[in-house]
């Protein structure tokens, strides 16, 4: 019963509150400075949902979530969405270095259902170049989806070097690498509840 209790949610101080053997996530040398924080999160996903909701009544979408870094975001945004609506996912790996994509991308999973008439929304974490979803958008075209929108959690200012149509978009942030809520450096710091700078050496 203790354990239960001390588990149990404390909405007011989420983040901080954890029970952990006494060492902070946050707290990791390579974990820098908050850019956008879990409040902020969570509120503009708020906005975003209400927003989808608002454009896609009648037309139940079908959220495509891009693993892993949209993980998190899916999870959240989903449920700010009130309308009728499914989820799958992709995998993708883009060639290069950790912190720099090539733009070449592979399909590491695809998709399990069929696009045909669908009101497909590609869910994705950061648009950074924009080349791995340019690739995407490409992609998922070819396979005739009724529509084709996009929801970016963050986009990266002045990085992009291909065109992206962006429909929705949570925040723009300096170009800085960042990791947190769902967004990785060599697969670390995906359960960060906020957007954090990363101070480690650059891959
Ligand atoms: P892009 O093809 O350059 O737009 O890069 C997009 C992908 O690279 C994202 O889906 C992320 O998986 C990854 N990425 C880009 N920037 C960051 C970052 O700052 N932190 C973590 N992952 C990133
Ligand atoms: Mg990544």
């Given at each position: ?65 891009v693993?892993?870094g ?22 993708v790996s883009s060639y290069g270095s950790a912190?720099r994509t090539s733009g070449v991308v592979r399909i590491v ?19 950074d170049s924009?080349l791995t979803l340019?690739y995407l ?67």
């Open positions: 019963m203790v354990l239960a209790l001390r588990y149990s949610r404390d909405v007011t101080n989420r983040g901080t509150d954890r029970p952990t053997d006494g060492t902070r996530l946050e707290d990791g040398d390579e974990v820098g400075r908050v850019i956008v924080s879990e409040a902020d999160l969570q509120a503009r996903i708020a906005e975003l949902g209400a927003a989808i909701t608002a454009d896609y009544a009648g037309r139940p979408p079908l959220l495509v979530g693993l892993k949209a993980f998190m975001f899916m999870s959240d945004l989903s449920r700010a969405i009130a309308l009728p609506s499914e989820v799958d996912f992709m995998a912190t999973k695809d998709l399990d259902v069929d696009l045909v008439d669908r009101h497909v929304l590609v869910v994705e974490d950061i648009v924009g340019n958008q490409r992609y998922l075209l070819a396979r005739e989806p009724a529509s084709l929108e996009v929801c970016a959690l963050l986009v990266k200012e002045g990085q992009q070097r291909t065109a992206v149509d962006l429909r929705y978009v949570g925040f723009t942030i300096p170009a800085d690498f960042v990791i947190g809520y769902g967004l990785d450096v060599a697969e670390r710091y995906r359960n960060l509840s906020a957007i954090h700078a990363y101070e480690g050496p650059k891959a």
